[in-house]
């Protein structure tokens, strides 16, 4: 198994920028492929990005690209999202994951997430 522990949100107005990161642990993180999902209330949970474990390669969801961005440093077991011209609809609580090959689904537990909360 793998633990999770997502930090990093907050309080943004529209327009602004900010960086979650999700430090895991329990197990070799370099060897996992890591995701991004997020949450509204009342809503389903849904993919955001995903990473290759070199880092490689990444995936977007339609609504986020071109303003997020994931990235990893294996050596501090970290995958990050930074997130710049937020949208009031970017507006939920931001989990990470493992992801398997097809760098969208997710296969490990989600741990608390962070709130991301972007005011208009």
């Known amino acids: 198994q793998v633990q999770l522990v997502e930090s990093g949100g907050g309080l943004v107005q529209a327009g602004g920028s900010l960086r979650l990161s999700c430090v895991a642990s329990g197990r070799t993180f370099s060897v996992y492929r890591m995701g991004w999902f997020r949450q509204a209330p009342g809503k389903e949970r849904d993919f955001v990005a995903a990473?290759?474990?070199?880092?490689?390669?990444?995936n977007y969801a339609d609504s986020v690209k071109g303003r997020f961005t994931i990235s990893r440093d294996n050596a501090k077991n970290t995958v990050y999202l930074q997130m710049n011209s937020l949208k009031p609809e970017d507006t939920a609580v931001y989990y990470c994951n493992s992801v398997w090959s097809d760098l969208r689904t997710p296969f490990s537990s989600w741990g608390q997430g962070t709130q991301v909360t972007v005011s208009s």
């Open positions: 990473i290759t474990r070199d880092g490689g390669t990444t």
